[in-house]
């Protein structure tokens, strides 16, 4: 497995949002930055590869409607921030990188 420091020498850092807004209702109040695969060894390769996202603290974790305390907002972003990894590191790399599928319909996913 690769160390977080040796995937900035093979992946550059993805830019996910044109502006600073909260993905899931565009508001540009009390933003939170989140990484989108998050936990131990996902928080650092997240921030590494760009894999970050503006949440507002209502869709962040102040409310049982946020990617925190709800699981289905929290795969959705997880599959999209796979998808978009993968449009330019392909699937192999993204399996690599965080070694779980997020993708529905998958043998390998959710």
């Given at each position: 497995?690769?160390?977080?420091?040796?995937?900035?020498?093979?992946?550059?850092?993805?830019?996910?949002?044109?502006?600073?807004?909260?993905?899931?209702?565009?508001?540009?109040?009390?933003?939170?930055?989140?990484?989108?695969?998050?936990?131990?060894?996902?928080r650092k390769k997240?921030?590494?590869?760009?894999?970050?996202?503006?949440?507002?603290?209502?869709?962040?974790?102040?409310?049982?409607?946020?990617?925190?305390?709800?699981?289905?907002?929290?795969?959705?972003?997880?599959?999209?921030?796979?998808?978009?990894?993968?449009?330019?590191?392909?699937?192999?790399?993204?399996?690599?990188?965080?070694?779980?599928?997020?993708?529905?319909?998958?043998?390998?996913?959710?």
């Amino acid at each position: 497995m690769r160390s977080a420091s040796s995937l900035s020498k093979t992946i550059t850092k993805l830019n996910l949002q044109k502006n600073k807004e909260c993905w899931f209702c565009h508001t540009t109040n009390n933003l939170h930055h989140h990484e989108i695969f998050f936990g131990t060894a996902n928080r650092k390769k997240s921030i590494e590869t760009g894999m970050q996202v503006w949440l507002c603290g209502t869709h962040h974790n102040m409310s049982g409607h946020s990617v925190h305390h709800n699981h289905d907002m929290d795969l959705k972003l997880k599959q999209w921030g796979q998808m978009e990894f993968e449009k330019v590191y392909g699937h192999e790399t993204f399996m690599n990188t965080f070694h779980k599928n997020y993708m529905k319909g998958d043998d390998n996913g959710i």
